[in-house]
């Protein structure tokens, strides 16, 4: 007990050094935290948009066709009958469902082209599984059977089309034979998803699938759940649902995307980063408890002549960088907790900072970001600060304990 | 049984390739309750015999019985022990603990001492603070303390947990005469009072009149051993 007070006055000894290094350790932690909120708050908007703009919860296809799904080939397609319809309704969660052909595409306005990603798709359905609906900012979604295509925003601009121009979409059928799609542009969207909004063109399903002479099969089926966050045993138990239909097909869920590996990826990356960060904050911790032994040499020294063992010493060091951790991690924290509340109420607009699309670096983002709340962060980083302290003071205060007392009491 | 014995206590320094000796075979007895000064020029090994006594450095060569057990050749954490409970320090630069108060510096040496009750802890405390002179000055810190009041309890810190034995190096040379000589009479009053053996190291001559027993020290040897009767001290 008596280590404990003498540690927490020397805590106080040099009260300016102590919140120096204690602001060293609050500044890693709340930049920690707070970068830590916008990877998160990144995330969910990466996940969210990809969910709500492209994928849905839960994509079915043909086990095989999903293992070369970005060459957006026309093989290994699924029928869309009554059997399968019923049969994803049964997953659990069900919320609905919508069949879809995506395939190669190349949109031309008669002067200049681009490739894109088509995708065909049942109007009434695909509304109800993705956010399409609120971002049609001009025209409104096709009908079935209608020659018309809704492109995204970016993609317009590119290609300096306008509301009701045709365009000549052209691509290759199911036999490897060329055909053409003349289509009114019947509609523009700009949603949160830069992909969307500058690489795809949506047609009704029909028309594709006759485009593409695939009768009435889709590439895959997207289906919305109730909750984002569903317990991935849902896929897996539907996964051995769909199998008794022995059609070969396959349940994956959004959790499964590159993009979602490849997000969290770059998360460890950044904590990396961060890690060095609160490496330097172990050093300035090393600093002060060198500093401190070397100016308390003479009272170590009387310590030892008293009879103090060397691991009281250093538990008396050890307590008194604790403490300094202590009073940065909850510093830290608090302005971490200051930091992701404003950040989560206020968000940031990337688009004002970096004037780029973050498409193309894999982060299907153009929206404002908002920080997200992560408990974990805040204890961990606590944690770190606190135990990060005691271990980095250990050495230096062991180095400090084993000086020889006459030595020590006598400077020498 | 002596208190202290000393039996061919050889001390040598290693300086890069040349060895200073600082004691020299070196034979002494110290009673228990003796009120005893080792004088001598600088450089004679005063400190470094006090420092070998109290087992914060190690003799090179010889014998040193403490209550009867030779403790030349003891491993580090039983010295560490033997000055926790028997041996009181004073030093010259008094070397207190500056965060702390006068009556937490003296609680400390007592404290790292096991099974004593904190009402004990404290009444040994108060009654130390108020032998040396310093009731009313507990709370008061070093840098509120003058130099003759902060040795007083460096004093009463060497003397809280009772031990058989105080070093005292020096313990005027940081003061003027007069509260030296003030330091000195404590110091004498705690020998009577308590029964506790002082041995210290001085070069000043008024301080080694108090002294019932003088010890000159001369290139590591001792030259002269001096007793004196109890009414003669302070005449």
Redesign the interface.
Known sequence: MFLIKLSLKNLMRHKRRTMITAAIIAWAIFFYITFDSFLLGMNDLVFQNIIDYEYGHVQVANSSYWEEKDELPLKNLMVNDEEINQKLTEIENYKAHAPQIDFQLRLSDGINETPVIGKGISPQETLDVLNYEDYIVEGEIFKAGERKAVIGKRLADIMKLELHDYVTLLTRTKSETFNTIDAEIGGIINTPNPTVNQNIVLLPLDVVQDTLSVDNMVTHYIVRLDDQNFDPQIVQKFNENLQVMNRNLGVYSWRDLDEVSITQAKQTGNNFILLIVLTIAAIGIINIVILAALERMEEIGMMKAMGLKEREIILSFVLESTGIGVLGGIFGCILGAISVYLFSLYGLDFAVFVDIDMSAFGVPLISKIYGAWNPDAFINMFLFAVFGSMLASILPARWAAKKDPVQAIYKR | MSLLELKNVKKIYHQGTINVPALKGVELNVEKGEFTTVFGPSGSGK?TLL?VI?C??KPTEGEIYFTGDNIADLDK?YL??????N?G?V?Q?Y?L????TAY?NV???I??LKNISSKEIKNRVFKMLELVGLKGLENRKPNELSGGQKQRVAIA?SLVKKPKLVLADEPTANLDSKTGEEVLKIMLEMNEELKTTFLFSTHDPLVMDYARRKIELKDGQITRDERREEKDVFN
């Open positions: 400190t420092n109290g914060l450095d954490r560490a022990e033997i000055r926790r409970k041996i320090f030093f630069s070397n603990i500056p965060v702390l937490e609680e400390f040496a404290r790292i810190r």
